[in-house]
Nanobody, 117 residues
Framework: QVQLVESGGGLVQAGGSLRLSCAAS????????MGWYRQAPGKRRELVAA???????TYADFVKGRFTISRGNAKNTVYLQMNSLKPEDTAVYYC???????????WGQGTQVTVSS
C-alpha cells in the first residue's frame, strides 16, 4: 500500500508559476515511477509528466519546456514546477505512483490548479 498526499495547487494568473508537491508513504521502496496527471471538466484524465525510480522523465507535449518534474532527496517526494501557465492548464492535478511488479496504480486526492486569463 502506498498513500499519496498532494499540495501546492491554487489560483494564478496566466504566465505565472506554481509548484505542486506529492509525498508518498507506505511501501515506497516498491514504487517504480511517480507522475502527475490532470483532468479538466468534461475531459479525460491525461498524463502530464512522470519520473521513474531511475530518474528517467517523460512529459506530455503540451507541457514540454514549461513544466519540470523532479524528486526530493528521499525519493518519496515528487514535485511539478509549472511555469508559463496558461488558462488551458486549469484542471485537477493528481499524483500517481506505479507500484510493484504488477504496476498497480495509486492516486492522490487531487489538487485544483486554476489559471485565469
Amino acid at each position: 500500500q502506498v498513500q499519496l498526499v498532494e499540495s501546492g495547487g491554487g489560483l494564478v494568473q496566466a504566465g505565472g508559476s506554481l509548484r505542486l508537491s506529492c509525498a508518498a508513504s507506505g511501501s515506497i521502496f516498491r514504487i517504480n515511477a511517480m507522475g502527475w496527471y490532470r483532468q479538466a471538466p468534461g475531459k479525460r484524465r491525461e498524463l502530464v509528466a512522470a519520473i521513474t525510480s531511475g530518474g528517467t522523465t517523460t512529459y506530455a507535449d503540451f507541457v514540454k519546456g514549461r513544466f519540470t518534474i523532479s524528486r526530493g532527496n528521499a525519493k518519496n517526494t515528487v514535485y511539478l514546477q509549472m511555469n508559463s501557465l496558461k488558462p488551458e492548464d486549469t484542471a485537477v492535478y493528481y499524483c500517481n505512483a506505479e507500484v510493484g511488479v504488477l504496476a498497480r496504480d495509486y492516486w492522490g486526492q487531487g489538487t485544483q490548479v486554476t489559471v485565469s486569463s
